[in-house]
């Protein structure tokens, strides 16, 4: 009998104990910032519109919190090691509270993790955003929709440059924010970033054709340019210059020449591109007059105007409203960690990946039983999970892709894309004419 009330008393104890570790553990990470804050632990400095001197660290140090509660409905945030993709180790070598406070996190045991703001964030670990299946977008039949930075939109000619129009307001920031990775089984990965440009791309281009692809982690601007980054040559997206100004460009994606060789990236000549103008971001990219001379008039040039919040964004004829808001960076006084906001919830890669790989094997039990693909989980080549398609089109071999809306009678396009467009157009026919004048007049009209 002792033994028994031994054994409650000691229970009793310990949960009292787990409880106020709990409480202790389940502030939120701006509460608890705060409070540093209030105690001189912490300092916080407001990022300056002109400060564009972006460096790996901000992934640890910068307050990302309305990134993450913004695209968190619109995909998930998984928690990465620095090094899987191409940042230094050390990257986010922050913690987000005191160790010795809370040794560990519940929530672990159930696969997605509510951040606390004393869970210890493992040094060399960065958050980065998977955009969700239903962003993606297809053009071969019969295969799932997958999601492709810089493909799904459409390219604006404005007083910064080339800007990449997105159709939705996530579509929009990480197009804008941020670098792009693309992992062999995670497919494309956003890393934030806090520097607003029209487009954070690459450029290529010859005679006829130009190309560009998102700029990885790591490419930041150095003396006011970028430095020709490293990019697989698979990463590119290239388009006929007759093409360049059309809505969901990806449907024009080329792979081959009308001849039927293949377009080769390490053919095409590199392009000016992320330049520092009147210390403003610009996109540079193709020669603004040779594209209007193929599409044979002017073209509209939109101004833009920068706001604080996402829902303030607006785009009418001339004038675009873009997103750029506020940034605080945050230092330790006398620690060697600082403090990091981190999404409400995120998964663990390792947890991620095994997830999505069981996704894969079911798929192709799926395949083998001849199930109705919008019945079945389904994952595409680059690790996107997607809830079945309806038919839409899907990716090309280059990564192109579109949202389903294609009109199939004028664009049959399979693997050798082009050609098969060069034929239905025939040549500079008259609908291709006047879609062209009408998209140089109206682009700036157009929000998908």
């Not at 806090?194 to 005679?207: H, I, T």
């Not at 960076?329 to 919830?345: A, D, E, I, L, Y």
Request: charge should be neutral; charged fraction near 25%; glycine fraction near 10%.
């Amino acid at each position: 009998m002792k033994t028994k009330k031994i054994f409650r008393s000691l229970g009793s104890i310990i949960m009292i104990m787990s409880l106020f570790i709990l409480s202790s553990c389940s502030k939120p990470a701006d509460e608890v910032i705060s409070k540093d804050e209030k105690d001189g632990n912490t300092e916080a400095a407001s990022i300056g519109d002109k400060d564009i001197s972006e460096t790996d660290e901000d992934l640890s140090t910068v307050d990302y919190r309305e990134f993450y509660d913004q695209l968190s409905p619109h995909g998930e945030w998984i928690q990465v090691r620095s090094g899987e993709i191409g940042l230094k180790p050390n990257t986010a070598r922050s913690e987000s509270g005191n160790p010795d406070d809370c040794l560990s996190s519940l929530s672990s045991l159930i696969g997605v993790k509510e951040a606390k703001a004393n869970e210890v964030v493992n040094e060399n670990m960065v958050f980065v955003w998977k955009p969700a299946a239903s962003l993606g977008v297809s053009v071969v039949p019969g295969e799932s929709p997958v999601f492709t930075p810089y493909t799904n939109g459409q390219w604006v000619n404005t007083d910064a440059g080339w800007y990449f129009k997105a159709p939705t307001p996530e579509e929009e920031t990480v197009s804008h924010f941020g670098r792009w990775v693309n992992s062999p089984t995670a497919g494309w990965l956003w890393v934030p970033g806090r520097v607003w440009a029209p487009a954070w791309v690459d450029w290529k281009q010859n005679a006829d054709y130009v190309s560009w692809a998102p700029l990885p982690p790591s490419v930041y601007l150095t003396d006011n340019v970028i430095k020709s980054p490293v990019i697989n040559d698979n990463e590119y997206v290239i388009v006929d210059k007759k093409y360049f100004l059309e809505p969901a460009v990806y449907k024009y994606n080329a792979l081959y020449y009308k001849g039927g060789s293949p377009v080769l990236i390490k053919d095409l000549s590199e392009t000016e591109g992320i330049v520092v103008i009147n210390n403003t971001v610009n996109n540079i990219g193709p020669d603004i007059k040779t594209i209007q001379n193929i599409y044979g008039g002017n073209i509209e040039l939109v101004k833009l105007h920068h706001v604080k919040k996402y829902n303030e964004v607006t785009y009418s004829s001339g004038h675009y409203y873009v997103y750029s808001p506020d940034f605080r960076k945050f230092t330790s006084k006398g620690k060697k960690r600082t403090f990091v906001n981190m999404p409400k919830s995120y998964r663990e890669y390792d947890e991620w990946n095994v997830r999505n790989s069981e996704g894969k094997g079911s798929e192709q039990k799926n395949k083998n039983d001849g199930k109705d693909n919008n019945k079945n989980m389904k994952k595409g080549n680059n690790g996107d999970m997607h809830n079945g398609n309806n038919g839409d089109m899907h990716k090309g071999n280059n990564g192109d892709m579109h949202n389903g809306n294609m009109n199939n009678e004028k664009h049959d396009l399979k693997n050798n894309g082009d050609n098969n467009r060069a034929k239905e157009d025939g040549g500079k026919s008259n609908g291709k004419e006047n879609g062209n004048k009408n998209n140089g007049k109206n682009k700036g009209k157009g929000k998908k």
